[in-house]
């Protein structure tokens, strides 16, 4: 499947939690209840999740291959508490926007 599939289907898995797709600054977004977003699609075909630094959800994807905290600008300013994941990693999206979605915000 594309990325883009594979980001419907998270998003599909998790609409009976309340979860809507919808987009933020032009890319796909995962939303929760209270119109939070805390997952994203990008351009790339990798897809962004908001872990919190330092849980275990946040470290086990820092550990997949190719992942890397999120730097939306590309300057070196790093959102600590986002983690990209690639495309190749897909397997483990709907485990990790599932653990995204219960985190506090």
Do not use: Y
Request: charged content about 30%.
């Amino acid at each position: 499947m594309s990325a883009e599939e594979d980001f419907e289907q998270v998003g599909a898995e998790l609409a009976d939690l309340g979860v809507r797709i919808s987009t933020m600054m032009g890319s796909p977004a995962l939303k929760d209840r209270e119109g939070k977003v805390f997952a994203s699609l990008q351009r790339d075909g990798a897809m962004v999740f908001r872990l919190v630094r330092d849980t275990p959800e946040h470290a086990v994807a820092l550990r997949l291959a190719g992942a890397s905290l999120f730097d939306p600008s590309g300057r070196g300013r790093e959102m600590k508490d986002w983690v990209v994941v690639p495309h190749s990693s897909a397997g483990t999206w709907t485990d990790l926007a599932e653990a995204a979605l219960s985190r506090p915000r």
